[in-house]
């Protein structure tokens, strides 16, 4: 039996209706950009593996360091003990993160990255004797799948069975340029009796909406005016952070920088699951008290695994490099390129471009919502391209070390699929 029959005796997958999709593509080697299934067949990772793996799947550096960390120590418990890796990443990312972050503190996930967070706001306040317990967040966005990170989240095909469990949570639309008045007078009235903890939010670019970029101008403001509200502001970096949009983070774009930033997928380069929340020096020090129970005792038995600290350092340090910086500019240009090329296109409805991500919206009453989806990502994999189409969106976001041949391929089978289809 292949790994496709295998697959479906015992295990249960993530993001799937089991009765209409049995079927899961066995993967046995990725390497660079590609990936190879169990008959031999290869594919362009055009998503970087849920934007995780930029410096390319297996990469060479990165496994070296990890191997050798990996003989040295495996893993030992943070609540106890600190190690090299833990603080050398410390050192490392306090050095490159957006001015003011001073603290970083461990998960394992995206979703435990922001659920830190925002335990961290309510206590922030906890701790201070004032009760703030509703968060703002923007519409549409997503920022994971445990509870907390539910509730600020605003896509709700992922939580009708538990909406009704969910934390208190006002919502805004995102800034476009022009709805600026009513974001002021949304925020005005939310913090009118002085009850918003915090401000979750996505910085530039919502990623599960559909790579949705919204305006930073706007967006500033409204940080701005969390801060004159004692609002704590969470920036969600989970899918912007590490070069993205061009620049390290997306609150680089900013000019009003967070309290709070939650880190992970491209933090371990896509090889070993960990995630980072770091915070001002402020939000910290409303933690240190001569009564114990004001500490934060949130605690992932994982925390700071050294391996997976390894991982984080030799990802930044790549990222650093002139050669990854050029990368990523060259990759924004060709995007540009490509992004006028198609635009016009009668299939294509809107566009948009940051750094190394490019989106393009169809036109939908070309055909069922579904099933173009669908259409589509069979398409994709017959031409060996692996892209996943949100809803009718089509978003590239390749690793940095993508050649100019699979991104040529990349574009040019896209272009295909708008004209076959
Ligand atoms: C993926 C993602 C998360 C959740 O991360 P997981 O590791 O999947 O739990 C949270 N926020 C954003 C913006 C994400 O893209």
């Known amino acids: ?16 209706q089991h009765q209409l999709q049995p079927e899961s593509l066995g993967i046995v080697k990725a390497k660079g950009c590609v990936l190879t299934d169990e008959d031999g067949n290869e594919y362009i990772d055009a998503i970087a593996t849920w934007y995780t793996c930029m410096f390319g799947h297996c990469n060479d550096f990165i496994t070296s360091r990890v191997y050798a960390q990996m003989q040295q120590l495996d893993q030992v418990m943070f609540s106890d003990f600190t190690h090299e890796p833990a603080v050398k990443l410390s050192e490392e990312l306090i050095k490159i993160l957006p001015e003011g972050q001073n603290k970083i503190f461990f998960n394992d996930n995206g979703s435990t990255a922001v659920e830190a967070s925002i335990k961290m706001a309510l ?17 549409n966005g997503f920022h994971g799948d445990t ?15 538990f909406e009704d469990l969910l934390i208190d949570v006002k919502r805004i639309p995102t800034p476009n340029g022009e709805n600026h008045e009513e974001i002021l007078s949304l925020l005005k ?13 996505e910085p530039l670019v919502q990623g599960a909406a559909g790579m949705k970029i919204h305006d930073a101008e706007g967006l500033n403001e409204i940080l701005k005016f969390c801060k004159e509200h004692q609002i704590i502001t969470i920036a969600d970096e989970v899918m912007t952070g590490f070069g993205k949009t061009g620049k390290h983070f997306a609150s680089d774009h900013i000019e009003t920088k967070p309290d709070i930033i939650c880190l992970s997928k491209a933090l371990t ?21 001569d009564d114990i129970a004001k500490g934060f005792f949130h605690c992932h038995t994982y925390s700071a695994n050294p391996v997976a600290c390894s ?19 060259e990759i924004s240009i060709a995007h540009k390129a490509f992004e006028e090329q198609v635009k016009n296109h009668p299939k294509i409805k809107s566009t948009r471009h940051i750094g190394v991500i490019l989106a393009l919206d169809l036109n939908t009453k070309m055909a069922r919502y579904g099933d173009l989806r669908d259409k589509l990502l069979k398409f994709f994999m017959s031409r060996g391209v692996f892209l996943r189409p949100l809803g009718n969106t089509i978003y590239i976001q390749v690793p940095y070390v993508i050649t100019k041949e699979e991104l040529e391929k990349v574009y040019r089978t896209i272009e295909e699929a708008l004209d076959t289809l």
Not at 1 to 16: A, G, T
Not at 189 to 201: K, L, P
Not at 269 to 289: K, R, V
Request: net charge neutral; aromatic share 12%; with cysteine.
């Open 147 to 161: 509870f907390g990170a539910m509730g600020v989240s605003g896509l709700s095909v992922y939580n009708g069975p």
């Open 1 to 16: 039996m292949n790994l496709r029959e295998r697959d479906q005796k015992h295990l249960w997958h993530p993001l799937k």
């Open 123 to 139: 206590q922030y306040y906890f701790n201070k004797g004032k009760k703030r317990s509703t968060f703002i967040a923007f519409e």
């Open 311 to 329: 991982a984080a350092i030799a990802g930044i340090e790549l990222l650093q490099t002139d050669a990854i910086q050029k990368n990523i500019k």
């Open 189 to 201: 009235d939310y913090a009118s009796n002085d009850d918003i903890a915090g401000f979750v939010y």
């Open 269 to 289: 380069a896509g090889l070993i699951p960990m995630a980072i929340t770091s915070c001002t020096q402020e939000i910290y020090d409303a933690f240190l008290s």
